[in-house]
């Protein structure tokens, strides 16, 4: 049993963040305070949502890097539209949001699918396509906090739980983490309990082989790639909210992190291996670096440079074990 | 698809490239009339071009081997940082003309081009001995690089460089500027260590099947270490162009030509999965690019109306390809089905 | 007929150029064993695919259980009940073994949830049932080859198959494992259930099935019942040919020679064990065993791919260290690798090209430059001496037949002149008439002094073109035997006995 864990990537991942806790709790007290935590999970609601669409398209032997185009698409027409209809209700906002989403997807999925392009490229450039046609046809207007529609900041705002630290001011968990759980209860499910999920496992693990055994691969790419655009556009409302302050040309850029948040996680790149468990751990370890080395007195300023650190540790331990187990079977393929 | 011809040679290719590349330079004279076809036009565009192209070449020769460098930016801006931290820590702007300042200015050049080496050596440590996967080795040090430099100048701009290096990306040689001749000379040093040499043949083989090569007895690794390293000297020589340009190193920059670099090759004719393309392809994919990109300026295309351009192109030129024999059967045989040649 | 179950009518295909399917017509009646053969080439392969509907025909008719399907798409084929047991297994490596046994039969019942219980349950069942003891949550990808090929059957076996096709079932099976098999077959006769077993191995085809159908280039030459068919007769409908078989006649090593090749307790476990042979000039050294018993690892070791834990390798007397392939290169021994198409050559790089790559440093003239001259010399030079057939040089390699291929890979290795050539199943999915070319040219390459080791899953290659033959068994040497002093018959029986070691 303790051997079967040890092989676990996943538990190297969950030492790897106890013992930063351990070392920067040591330093600064602060570190392992709800307040604290209650902000990483705030800041980290974001990619978590981002990452799960990503461990789909992986899983399925694909890559997408157009989701930051996506999200902020989704989450910026939903403020124009709801400061322009005064329809100020969160629940529009995540329909308009999730819809462009998929809209979004479908096209990726659509040149995937039926041109059979390789997957990084393609998404590379539809990343400036949509990022591209959102600056050029929908405008670059910032909103700020005082234009910014009430249902977004009362959603950045809203709290679970609502404590008070020792100075008396209110922090509490924010009200992210509710459709943060919910879409990792959703991909959970149709990855672990459906026809689909074992058809995107299928694909990423042996293409031919599901072609073969009757699975519709169009159909399933299609649904990966709309899925990742729907989450995309679940993130983009709640970053809109959480930033509380949205111009078309942020969030461009972050996408390669979140992609080596889930790499970390011990998805593997040729598809048809990852777990839900691991990219999370792989989210958290990107998520608190970012957060809190500044409570170990570094400016942000070193925030790159340890991820850029973990993320070649990491990857190059599953990638040099794996290379040991294809010398064991003398597998050749590269 | 019965009239597909199973053996395309390369040299049509480029014949196209250099039709369209002719057609959209002629296209652009007539609509742009006395802007575009000047003197003063065509230097500007020679000054700005050579520091993207030097990354698109390695960019190629990345994608040759099958592989691809998403840290060539991000090197490029590092070895920059050095080389402005050793000019600046070393020399205060009196002292500008001063021969001894030369002497500063070769050992940042030096210091600059040895990291940029060692950037590239990293990566192909990673790829090839360890096993990473191209995208996400470059990915990794493409954050540690940038991570690097972040620390080193916390975001601030380092300025101030002497009247000697500053003659690297503004000075003329007879009429030509420094960074085309340049670029110029590493072009052709490229294209002949890719056409004529056993190194650059071996190149093309490890791309096309690194299998294969490993049962020749071709030495797989020292290949590919090899390919980084030249992948980053040319992102650092890029970098010496950048920075004299600008008058500063800084992090961020020229974040936009990681796209870009590969629109080219692919329009080049470069084959993402590996084995194929030539540098002169990969030229005209860089003429035609800087030309355009002078003319959506010259247009007043923001930015982003650009890159929206640019993503389009990717993807339009990325459909023309595949639908050619070449790459469908390319992608078919490493996908490890079956071939459709009857068995 | 109306009890056929399937009926294929008239089918043709074509690929770029080549037609795959010529006016094919096969009828196969319920409750029947039907075997399939054909030399590579002869589009075995592509009538499975079209029958399974993973490839569209170009005309003619697919018949399955009196309904046509002018389109046939691999759900529809599946439903009628026909399943195929590919080459390559088709499985899902990073998946486990109940799911790959029941992930067809939820496909096809177009299931949208799945109970993890329920295809345990389903998977466990049909092992249950088959009498095969797996662990069903165990990855495939961790499982052997004999395993995986018994997975596979169970998964074909869970669907109310009326038709199975299994492609060359047999290859990493042992003699008891494919009476195991031979016998299920037969068990499914007795349900109604027919079966389709493409195989090369002649000998079972005969064996087992009760109608043989022969494709030729494309054609049907025949459907034939097999009583009234012997092996001779099955390779002259299969190649139109009638072959001449010789044998190999080694000069005999002079006294106190040292051998050309001399390998002292080599080990690697888990591959191989305490390797104990010699190789002299002249000689062709026949290898074979089962799929697992150690060959190829071993070949692969003399070419500087599987670092040995102990042992000695010695060329003409000295001890060498090989770790590269550039080492065993420079040492002056070369290898056919068993996989030509992923291994052996660059399929889209010239036939030139490939032929050269081998020798890059030959080519190079005074200033480090690949001399174009010298390029052309040596490039023409190895076409002719193969005699590969090619109207230009800077066709691709994909363009050549099979024995053409490997014509391509020969020469490249004759190139770098070596000493000791170890050829690795060197007639594989080759058409007859180049097998023999081949087999004489190894012959006079053994004549004019090279060490030659054929390792070979064919007993009457081995046989006919060699002067000894080691027989491997679970990573040691079992046998040593004379092809002039045993009959093949005793040999196919030495391989296949599950253990003990049988004296020459």
Redesign the interface.
């Known amino acids: 049993m303790l051997d079967k864990l040890l092989k676990k990537h996943e538990t190297y991942l969950f030492l790897i963040i106890i013992a930063y806790a351990v070392i920067v709790t040591s330093v600064n007290r602060s570190f392992m305070t709800f307040e604290n935590l209650f902000d990483i999970l705030r800041s980290g609601a974001g990619m978590g949502i981002l990452a799960m669409g990503v461990l789909v398209a992986l899983l399925s032997g694909g ?1 997408d890097v157009s989701f930051t185009a996506v999200a902020i698409s989704g989450g910026y027409i939903a403020v124009r539209v709801i400061m322009a209809t005064g329809v100020d209700n969160l629940f529009v906002a995540f329909v308009i949001s999730c819809s462009i989403g998929i809209f979004l997807g479908l096209i990726n999925g659509l ?1 995937i699918s039926y ?4 997957t ?3 998404t ?13 046809f929908v405008g ?1 207007e910032s909103v700020n906090a005082r234009q910014m529609p009430s249902c977004f900041v009362h959603f950045g705002s809203a709290k679970i739980i609502t404590l008070a630290n020792d100075q008396g001011s209110i922090y509490g968990l924010s009200v992210f983490v509710i459709p943060l759980i919910a879409v990792i209860v959703m991909t959970w499910f149709i990855l672990r309990f459906t026809m689909l999920g074992r058809g995107i496992y299928a694909i990423g693990s042996n ?2 082989s599901a072609k073969r055994a009757g699975f519709n691969i169009t159909a399933l790419q299609l649904f990966v790639y709309s899925y990742v655009g729907f989450l995309a556009g679940i993130m983009g409302v709640v970053f809109v909210s959480e930033v509380r302050w949205v111009n ?2 942020t969030l461009i ?1 972050t996408e ?2 979140v ?2 948040a889930v ?1 970390i996680g011990g998805t593997k ?2 598809g048809g291996s990852g777990t839900i468990l691991g990219t999370l751990l792989g989210v958290a370890i990107v998520t608190v670096l970012y957060n809190t080395l500044v409570l170990l007195g570094l ?1 942000a ?9 973990i ?2 540790i990491s ?2 331990i599953t ?2 074990r ?2 040991i187990k294809n010398r064991k079977s003398l597998s ?3 | ?2 009239d ?1 011809k ?2 395309k ?1 390369v040299d049509t290719k480029i014949w196209i490239l250099a039709v369209i590349m002719i057609g959209v330079i002629i296209v652009l004279t007539f609509v742009l009339p006395g802007n575009f076809l000047t003197l003063r036009n065509f230097q500007s565009m020679a000054y700005q071009f050579p520091e993207f192209g030097l990354l698109a070449l390695a960019m190629t020769i990345a994608m040759i081997t099958g592989g ?1 460098d ?1 840290s060539v930016i991000a090197t490029a801006n590092l070895t920059g940082i050095i080389a402005a931290m050793i000019m600046t820590n070393y020399l205060k702007a009196e002292n500008a003309g001063d021969p001894a300042a030369i002497s500063v200015v070769v050992l940042a050049i030096f210091a600059a081009l040895i990291a940029a080496a060692i950037c590239g050596l990293l990566n192909g440590v ?1 790829i090839s001995l ?4 191209p ?3 470059t ?10 430099g ?2 080193i ?3 601030i701009g380092v300025v101030g460089f002497p009247d000697s290096f500053l003659e690297i990306g503004a000075g003329k040689i007879y009429l030509f500027p420094v960074p085309l001749l340049i670029f110029t000379g590493c072009a052709l040093v490229i294209s002949f260590i890719l056409n ?3 190194f650059g ?2 190149l ?2 490890v791309g ?12 797989n690794r020292i290949v590919i270490v090899n390919t980084y390293m030249i992948t980053g000297l040319l992102a650092g020589v890029s970098s010496m162009i950048m920075i004299s340009r600008f008058n500063s190193a800084k992090v961020g920059y020229g ?1 936009t030509y990681l ?1 870009q670099a ?1 629109l080219v090759a ?1 329009l080049g004719g470069i084959d ?2 590996g ?2 393309g030539k540098v002169s392809g990969v030229v005209m994919g860089i003429i035609i690019l800087q030309v355009l990109q002078n003319a959506f300026t010259l247009f007043g295309f ?1 930015p ?9 192109m ?2 339009l030129v ?2 023309i390809n ?2 050619t ?2 790459y ?4 078919k ?1 490493l ?9 | 007929m109306s009890d056929d179950f399937l009926i294929v009518d008239n089918i043709c295909k ?3 150029g ?3 399917l010529k006016n094919v017509t096969l009828k196969i009646s319920s409750g029947t064993i039907h075997c399939l053969v054909g030399e ?2 002869s ?4 009538l499975i695919k079209a029958v399974a509907g993973v490839v569209p025909i170009d005309s003619g008719e697919i018949i399955i259980n009196q309904k046509a399907y002018p389109h046939l798409h691999a759900i529809d084929s599946i439903r009628e009940g026909i399943q195929v047991i590919y080459q ?1 297994l088709s499985l899902f490596p990073n998946l486990t073994v109940a799911e790959n046994i029941s992930l067809n039969q939820m496909v096809e019942e177009r299931k949208k949830i799945i109970t993890w219980s329920e295809m345990e349950q389903i998977a466990q069942r049909e092992l249950d049932r088959i009498g095969v003891r797996l662990k069903v949550d165990d990855l495939v990808e961790d499982l052997s080859m004999a395993s995986r090929q018994i997975v596979a059957i169970v998964r074909a076996l869970t669907q109310d198959a009326r038709l199975i096709i299994m492609d060359e079932p047999t290859t990493a099976l042992t003699k008891g494992e494919i009476d195991s098999l031979f016998s299920l077959i037969l068990d499914l006769k007795n349900h109604g259930i027919s079966t389709l077993f493409v195989s090369h191995k002649l000998s079972e085809v005969l064996e087992i099935s009760e109608k043989v159908a022969v494709l030729r280039d ?1 054609m049907m030459v025949g459907d034939f019942v097999t009583s009234e068919l012997d092996t001779n007769k099955l390779v002259f409908h299969m190649t139109g040919k009638e072959i001449v078989h010789s044998t190999f006649q080694y000069g005999g090593k002079k006294s106190g020679e040292t051998p050309l090749l001399e390998l002292m307790n080599l080990t690697k476990k888990p591959n191989y064990t305490n390797i104990n042979l010699s190789l002299f000039r002249g000689e062709i050294l026949g290898i074979t065993g089962l799929l697992g018993s150690g060959r190829t690892e071993l070949a692969l070791s003399l ?1 500087g ?1 599987n670092r040995p834990q102990s042992g000695q390798i010695k060329i003409n007397g000295r001890s060498h260290r090989i770790r ?3 080492d ?2 420079r040492a002056g021994i070369s ?1 056919l ?1 068993e996989d030509r ?9 010239s036939i030139g ?1 490939n032929l050269i ?2 020798i ?2 030959r ?2 003239n005074k200033l ?3 001399s174009e001259k010298k390029k052309l010399k040596a490039m023409t030079r190895y076409v002719k001496d193969l005699r590969i057939k090619t109207t230009t040089l ?3 390699a ?2 050549l037949s099979g024995g053409n291929q490997q014509r391509v890979v020969l020469g ?1 290795w004759l190139a770098t002149d070596p000493k000791i050539f170890i050829l690795d199943g060197p007639t594989v ?1 080759i058409d007859i008439a180049s097998k023999s070319e081949i087999h004489h040219l190894i012959k006079n390459l053994a004549k004019e002094g090279m060490g030659i080791i054929v390792i070979s899953d064919e007993i009457n290659e081995v046989f006919r073109n060699c002067n000894r033959i080691l027989v491997m068994k679970n990573g040691k040497i079992a046998a040593e035997v004379d092809p002039l002093q045993t009959t093949e018959k005793e040999l196919i029986e030495l391989v296949e006995k599950k253990n003990g070691v049988a004296s020459s």
């Open positions: 890559i040149i041109f059979k392009l390789p990084l490229i393609a590379l450039g539809t990343l400036n396509v949509f990022h591209g046609a959102l600056t050029t670059t293409r031919e078309p040309v850029g390669l992190t992609i080596a790499v790149l040729t400016s300023a070193w925030n790159n440079f340890f991820v850029g650190i993320i070649i990857i190059g990638s040099y794996n290379k050749f393929k590269t | 698809m019965s597909r199973l053996f040679t691809i998403l990673l360890v096993g990473v996967p995208i996400l080795a990915l990794g040090t493409m954050i540690f690089y940038s991570g690097i972040m620390a100048t916390t975001g004529k040499t056993s043949l071996k093309y083989l096309a099947n690194p299998t294969a090569s490993l049962f020749s007895g071709i030495n974040d796209l590969i692919v993402p999965y084995g194929y923001t982003y109306a650009k890159g929206f351009i640019w993503g389009l990717l993807i990325m459909i595949f639908g024999s070449r469908q059967e390319r992608s045989i996908r490890m089905t079956d071939q459709e040649v009857a068995d | 074509s690929y770029v080549v037609h795959a590579n080439g589009g075995k392969s592509t390559d494309g070419f791919l590269t392939p550039n065993a290169i290898y690798p198409h992923s291994q052996g050559l660059f399929l889209q790089q090209t790559v081998t890059l440093k080519l190079l480090g430059m690949v800077e066709a691709p994909e363009s490249k999915g």
